[in-house]
Nanobody
Framework: QVQLVESGGGLVQPGGSLRLSCVASGNIFNINARGRGWYRQAPGKERELVATFNSGGRTNYADSVKGRFTISTDNAKNTVYLQMNSLKQEDTAVYYC?????????WGQGTQVTVSS
């Protein structure tokens, strides 16, 4: 079993920055070898991919966040990060951490990001 706990969400003004963190715990090791990343869901919309690593380390970003968001991993800390810069109101959503491990998908509980003046 794998547990994912996100942190770092909050209220920020347009143009601001936030860094989200996702710590993985439980029966998991070497997260660099796992698919992992971030999704988000805005009110009334479906959950969508934001940024992910595949198990080979290749990144995939949503077009809407390219050049503004950066995903990274600290393997020693079992932590996945999402650095979000130049935030826009349309980035407002609940952000979920995801990890694929032994054929199963694991999700965090979500962290709210609100971009508003």
């Amino acid at each position: 079993q794998v547990q994912l706990v996100e942190s770092g969400g909050g209220l920020v003004q347009p143009g601001g920055s936030l860094r989200l963190s996702c710590v993985a715990s439980g029966n998991i090791f070497n997260i660099n070898a796992r698919g992992r990343g971030w999704y988000r869901q805005a009110p009334g919309k479906e959950r969508e991919l934001v940024a992910t690593f595949n198990s080979g380390g290749r990144t995939n970003y949503a077009d809407s966040v390219k050049g503004r968001f950066t995903i990274s991993t600290d393997n020693a800390k079992n932590t996945v990060y999402l650095q979000m810069n130049s935030l826009k109101q349309e980035d407002t959503a609940v952000y979920y951490c995801w990890m694929g491990y032994l054929g199963k998908n694991y999700w965090g509980q979500g962290t709210q990001v609100t971009v508003s003046s």
